[in-house]
């Protein structure tokens, strides 16, 4: 099969001068995935997310496209990136546009998923600096956790995050509008354990194995904790089979509540009355090979970087086989001649 892999830009870009990882991560991971379309047997290229893309996308007219491109100018490109590649009418790996628009924004993550009866920290949004007028804390318990909303890696999260009140939350708030600009979550806090679940398969998600984070010091992933990788992970995690079940639905229905396809990771917060609260649903998890949770936690189900290559092409390429179904709208705009 022709396999077209869309990475984010490798040179210099904003999203590259902003976190100064991202092009060896982009690099490492392409790299990764490339070894794994050879062994697999697929004719692979490489188009890197940008104004151009659409076009050398039509030009190479692959069979199926592996999505990887986690931004662009930021990471909120990754929903725009999408958008690009349904333009294309070219199947492609993982959540549509839609998806990620939704995964991305945690507000409107947390909404679809309450919609869908799963538990997640109750919260308040502020959408600007006229919001902070407002009680921030008003109807949640504290302390509250004060972040952006359309972050990852933790950027933005610290110690000084957790507050227990009101003018505590606006005065991070405003800095975080200063920083990353709005939407800000303001989130009752919830101690205890913390999980992560990977989600691999089509046309459902399955669960992989739980994976707990477990802290050597504290008991908040911030910023700090991530970069200098001081956590252990215990996958999968020593927990009654009961609770990995229950985990594991969480995170399975929370992926469909947002739109996830063909893989995610949702994180999740163990209230210590022992209560799921899905923290985040990640719609592109990374990839990275030997760095990122989601090869780590497959190696661990005994599935290689190659099987999961295999399974989101799988995915893809059945996506491809279904619209050519009679009756099934055509990528190309078939209807137009009738
Ligand atoms: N409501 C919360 N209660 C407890 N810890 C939280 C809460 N929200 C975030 N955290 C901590 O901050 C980390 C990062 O938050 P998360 O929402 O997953 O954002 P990111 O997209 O940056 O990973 C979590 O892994 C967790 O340790
Ligand atoms: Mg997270």
């Known amino acids: 099969m022709r396999v077209c892999v869309v990475t984010a830009p490798t040179g210099d870009c904003p999203l590259n001068r902003q976190d100064p990882h991202a092009a060896e991560h982009t690099v490492r991971t392409r790299d990764a995935v490339l070894k794994s379309l050879e062994e697999l047997g697929h004719d692979a290229s490489v188009v890197e997310a940008g104004p151009a893309m659409l076009l050398e996308i039509e030009t190479l007219g692959p069979d199926v ?85 359309a972050e990852g890696a933790s950027l933005g999260i610290t110690e000084e995050s957790v507050v227990s009140t009101a003018e505590g939350a606006a005065r991070v708030a405003a800095r975080l509008i200063d920083e990353f600009g709005p939407p800000v979550l303001i989130e009752e806090f919830i101690p205890g354990r913390e999980f992560t679940v990977a989600l691999l398969g089509y046309p459902s998600l399955r669960a992989l194995p739980v994976q707990e984070i477990i802290f050597k010091e504290g008991d908040l992933f911030s910023y700090k904790v991530k970069r200098l990788d001081s956590v252990t992970v ?94 099934a709208p055509k990528a190309d705009g078939a209807a137009r001649g009738a």
């Open 65 to 149: 496209i592996l999505n990887l491109a986690t931004g662009y100018r930021s990471k909120k490109d990754q929903a725009n990136i999408a958008a690009i590649l349904e333009m294309s009418g070219i199947p492609f790996t993982g959540a549509s546009s839609h998806g990620h628009v939704v995964g991305l924004y945690k507000h409107v993550a947390k909404m679809a998923m309450e919609a869908a009866g799963i538990r997640t920290p109750p919260f308040q949004v502020v959408l600007g600096k006229e919001d902070l007028r407002r009680d921030l804390t008003r109807g949640l318990k504290l302390p509250a956790i004060v972040k952006p909303a």
């Open 234 to 327: 215990k996958c999968p995690a020593e927990v009654p089979e009961d609770l990995a079940r229950l985990l594991q639905d969480a995170a399975v229905r929370s992926a469909a509540a947002v739109g996830c396809r063909d893989f995610a990771r949702v994180d999740i917060r163990l209230s210590d009355g022992g209560v799921p609260y899905v923290l985040e649903v990640n719609t592109l998890p990374g990839l990275i090979p030997d760095y990122s949770e989601y090869p780590r936690i497959a190696a661990k189900a005994g599935l290689t970087y190659t099987d999961i290559v295999k399974t989101l092409i799988q995915a893809a390429a059945e996506r491809a086989r279904s619209r050519e179904l009679p009756g």
